[in-house]
């Protein structure tokens, strides 16, 4: 791989960045998981607001490391510039298609009563690690982002361990703001705030995918 164009992508402190980025990108969707969140932040504390972002952390790393030995498989596909450039294009398009689901997404539909008690950390940790996992739609979003912004590199171990590891930062980053700003405005924060910011979110997603569409149209980059 010393002379293909994974080369570029070899800087450690770049594979960080897209892995904090590939992290955020795939917690921050207010589904199921993210409602979930919220909802025991609000009524059972922060740390139960982290644990469960936690355990949706540890269900994206999995299907990031199937993404990524996925890709593995169909390097000599990827290494291809033109090929590259037509998957970092459609990738674009199915985050743009992503961002728009979120916008029109009501997530509000999620919201389910609270249980009895607040329960052990272990079984926060396990139930939102199952609700992730049990949306597989979500390797779709990998596979995008992965054309868009090949967070690992295939065959290099140390890269693989950056990438894999900065999702994980990347996705907690997420969960830690998501639990420290509701914990804050719990007393005022209503269902309404909850579409608020999944279409603050959605909109967001949007842009990020029309100017990675044009970058890759025009041969752009920022490194």
């Not at 743009?96 to 539909?109: A, L, N």
């Not at 049990?134 to 995008?144: H, M, Q, R, T, W």
């Not at 995918?209 to 490194?223: D, E, I």
Request: charge should be positive.
């Amino acid at each position: 791989m010393d002379n293909n164009i994974f080369v570029e992508f070899a800087s450690p402190l770049l594979l960080i960045i897209k892995g904090l980025l590939v992290g955020i990108i795939a917690s921050a969707p207010m589904g199921p998981v993210g409602i979930l969140c919220v909802q025991r932040t609000i009524r059972k504390g922060r740390i139960f607001g982290i644990v469960t972002g936690a355990g949706a952390a540890l269900s994206d790393i999995f299907y990031a490391l199937v993404t990524g030995l996925g890709m593995s498989l169909v390097m000599d596909f990827i290494d291809d510039k033109e090929n590259l450039f037509w998957l970092k294009l459609i990738g674009s398009i199915v985050l743009f298609i992503f961002g728009i689901y979120m916008y029109r997404t009501d997530p509000r539909k999620c919201l389910r009563p609270s249980s009895s008690g607040n329960g052990t950390l272990i079984h926060t940790f396990t139930t939102a690690f199952l609700v992730t996992l049990s949306n597989p739609l979500i390797i779709l979003l990998f596979i995008a982002l992965f054309n868009m912004l090949t967070f690992v590199i295939p065959g290099n171990f140390f890269g693989q361990c950056v990438g894999y590891l900065s999702i994980v930062a990347g996705a907690m980053l997420w969960w830690l703001g998501l639990t420290y700003v509701i914990n804050r405005m719990k007393q005022n924060f209503s269902n309404r705030g909850i579409l608020v910011l999944n279409r603050t979110i959605g909109v967001i997603v949007l842009i990020c995918s029309v100017v990675y569409a044009g970058m890759t149209l025009f041969n752009l980059s920022f490194y």
